[in-house]
């Protein structure tokens, strides 16, 4: 019988002479497109099988075999699923559905071009061939029964059909391969396309190894059952680490692993992984997500929707069915089962760091010493985990030392008498602010202080300023009122009861001399044994955030004045505050309210404007005092 001529619909043909023109950078995805159907067409047989027992059997199990022939530069794709008949081939290969294909063809902007995982989005991976393939012949038979036929094209705008000798049922794929794409018959590429790509495909892949002495060996490229895919009972913790270091190329094991498996109205595998350390590019945000695979098929390593970025240090696998083989990163941005599998992987996470915490806290604080401040961030992003973030945090605090944690529960748990409010001061690092002023009157009453040294604290405020019943307060903000807070001396209550008139001159002149550089002048509740001190307006930025502003080329327009607090009982300001009212020369008196405002400036961590000029002050006075 002489072979039928037919043309391609104009989409089709639009669409090879893109795939036929380079358009795609990563041209091994054609090995990947056609084992997908190969899959597709073995997967739609088993269904069949249940209703339909009149079928065309096989001999061999249901299964996909490549086949390459190095001296004419062919390559085979065959499976024994449900084939074609004659009708089938012209309509699966001559045409697609027209919606389907100009939607593809509209999606392909200038940058899409380059994308391909475009490919098979709408169906038309099988056209992805024609990148490598200068002729493709397509044999099958349709496993109804009824004859074989051949397909054929070079991609020149026809196809030709006529019958074939196949006898078994299924689908062959031969792929005459351009003169240039010669890699894709050598055996180490073949495997490596298969094991990147197809590793985890339900059914066998075989490839027709051919060994020395001529003979050949039908060889399986793809694992069996992949580890997330098994029941957590049959995986050793060895499956666990092997695949964690396959996933992660991270060589030591990991922190710990959460097995996933949920049914529903989005049912999905999953494995997870905590890592010991931190990966080296944890701050490189452009960088996270976990492995997604869809029906044993990998569609993309970096799957970002599944991920928040406060959990971007960890790794994994996550495997459904729900999803369309070959999706675009577009459409996984808009898909909308995808959030759900993402909100059940934080919640199994979450929970598993929390066992973590309940039962090994030396483990957990490792953990937290290495990715604290990274889950800190969820505070910003992820309102609906503020209450299970809050028992994740840990913090240094004026009872814990450097080396020791305190969490939420335990600060409220050994609070002082009367405090309903949870205290806490940020700075750099601990060194920094473990002396500071602010902390006297707190210390004095034995009120802890929460210390929040990470540089996202400042943020992480903004974003938790309450937990439970209890405000988060700032003691270096605002107005401090601890009366009825912690225990309160004799001493203490006198110098709350001491009248202040003697202090207005002072207090006057401290207005008038750095009336540029702060906003008020206040008598303090907060020091003890420190002469004075800044403290920012309840709304205002502290001294901390401010450094951080201007380290990241914010600066602040209005310099973020401050206000300045001075100690009654301290005798620095008493002997001050005696020389003014009894009209010492101010000259000298400036001298010492300049110095106080840079001792303030330094004891926050700032720095004074001008060193040279703070120095020579500090001299003088130190002259005077003297003696000299």
Wanted: charged letters at 30%.
């Amino acid at each position: 019988m002489t072979a039928e001529v037919h043309s391609f619909q104009t989409e089709v043909q639009q669409l090879m002479n893109l795939m036929v023109h380079s358009l795609y950078s990563n041209k091994e995805i054609f090995l990947r497109e056609l084992i997908s159907n190969s899959s597709d067409a073995v997967d739609k047989l088993r269904f069949e099988e249940i209703t339909n027992h009149n079928l065309l059997k096989s001999e061999k199990e249901n299964s996909i075999l490549i086949r390459n022939d190095k001296e004419n530069n062919i390559l085979v794709i065959e499976d024994n699923g449900i084939g074609m008949s004659k009708d089938e081939l012209m309509n699966n290969l001559g045409t697609i559905a027209s919606s389907g294909t100009k939607k593809f063809l509209e999606k392909l902007s200038e940058q899409d071009k380059k994308d391909s995982n475009l490919i098979g989005q709408f169906g038309v991976g099988f056209y992805s061939a024609f990148m490598v393939a200068k002729k493709i012949v397509v044999e099958s038979r349709s496993a109804h029964g009824g004859e074989a036929y051949k397909w054929t094209s070079a991609g020149d705008g026809t196809y030709t059909i006529e019958p074939s000798n196949k006898e078994t049922r299924g689908t062959t794929i031969e792929l005459h391969l351009k003169d240039d794409e010669k890699e894709f018959v050598d055996d180490w590429k073949i495997r490596g396309i298969v094991r990147k790509y197809s590793d985890y495909v339900t059914y066998p892949i075989f490839f027709l190894e051919k060994k020395e002495d001529g003979a050949t060996e039908e060889v399986r490229l793809n694992k069996s059952t992949p580890v997330w895919a098994r029941n957590k009972r049959e995986n050793k913790p060895e499956d666990y680490q092997e695949l964690y270091k396959q996933i992660s190329m991270d060589w030591k094991e990991p922190l710990l692993w959460e097995h996933i498996s949920v049914e529903g109205l989005v049912p999905f595998n999953a494995v997870v992984f905590v890592p010991t350390e931190a990966p080296f590019d944890l701050y490189t945000r452009d960088n996270h997500g976990l492995h997604l695979y869809v029906k044993r098929v990998s569609i993309t390593e970096k799957c970002k929707e599944l991920l928040p970025e406060y959990l971007r240090f960890i790794s994994g696998v996550v495997e459904t069915d729900e999803l369309p083989l070959n999706v675009s990163r577009e459409i996984l941005q808009h898909n909308n089962k995808l959030p759900q599998i993402k909100k059940q992987i934080i919640k199994k996470v979450l929970s598993s760091l929390q066992n973590l915490a309940n039962n090994d806290s030396e483990k957990y604080f490792n953990f937290y010493k290495t990715f604290g401040a990274v889950l800190k961030e969820g505070f910003h992003f992820d309102f609906e985990q503020h209450e299970t973030l809050s028992d994740l945090v840990r913090f240094k605090s004026s009872k814990t030392g450097k080396d020791g944690w305190v969490s939420f529960k335990e600060y409220i748990e050994r609070k002082a008498d009367g405090q309903k409010e949870i205290y806490y001061l940020t700075g750099p690092n601990f060194e920094s602010i473990e002396r500071s002023p602010h902390l006297e009157a707190l210390t004095s009453k034995g009120i802890e202080v929460l210390f929040l040294i990470d540089p996202i604290d400042e943020w992480f405020i903004m974003s938790y300023s309450k937990h439970g019943e209890y405000n988060l307060k700032s003691i270096n903000k605002g107005d401090l009122d601890l009366n009825g807070v912690g225990k309160e001396t004799e001493e203490e209550k006198k110098n709350e009861e001491k009248p202040v008139e003697e202090l207005v001159g002072l207090l006057d002149l401290f207005r008038t001399k750095l009336s540029d550089e702060i906003k008020e002048v206040k008598i303090s509740k907060r020091l003890r044994e420190s002469a004075c001190c800044l403290v920012a307006d309840e709304n205002g930025m502290t001294a901390h955030m401010e450094r951080i502003m201007k380290a990241t080329g914010q600066g602040m327009a209005n310099n973020n004045k401050r206000i300045l607090e001075i100690n009654p009982s301290h005798n620095l300001i008493k002997n001050l505050a005696d020389r003014k009212n009894k009209g010492t020369d101010e000259t000298t008196l400036n001298e010492w309210v300049e110095v106080l405002y840079e001792t303030a400036l330094l004891s926050e961590g700032s720095p004074v404007k001008n060193p040279g000029t703070f120095a020579k002050r500090l001299t003088k006075i130190m002259e005077m005092a003297s003696g000299k």
